[in-house]
């Protein structure tokens, strides 16, 4: 059994920042790529950074230069720093990792809520 729990969500002002961690538990053998993608009210989930196993990076155009991805394999953890936030980041956000366990698959965490106040 894979969990992922989040962590690090809450509320920051326009300008500020928040960290996201991300630990995953359970039968890991290894890790494809993890990632980080936020749902906002009413609109469809979308992707904000991923990160592979070789430490190759993807950012969405509407984070870069403002978000940074990275992990710890020794912690199995992903963390999301945002920097500049804007209104428009807020969103509930979601872990997700490209794993093997017994058999490969695709995990998401619960998602955690970050709101953005103007």
């Known amino acids: 059994q894979v969990q992922l729990v989040e962590s690090g969500g809450g509320l920051a002002q326009a300008g500020g920042s928040l960290t996201l961690s991300c630990a995953a538990s359970?039968?890991?053998?290894?890790?494809?790529?993890m990632g980080w993608y936020r749902q906002a009210p009413g609109k469809q989930r979308e992707l904000v950074a991923t990160i592979t196993s070789g430490g190759s990076t993807n950012y969405a155009d509407s984070v870069k230069g403002r978000f940074t991805i990275s992990r710890d394999n020794a912690k199995n953890t992903v963390y999301l720093q945002m920097n500049s936030l804007k209104p428009e980041d807020t969103a509930v956000y979601y872990c997700n990792a490209d794993l093997m366990s017994w058999v490969r698959g695709e995990y998401w965490g619960q998602g955690t809520q970050v709101t953005v106040s103007s």
């Open positions: 359970g039968n890991i053998f290894s890790f494809n790529a």
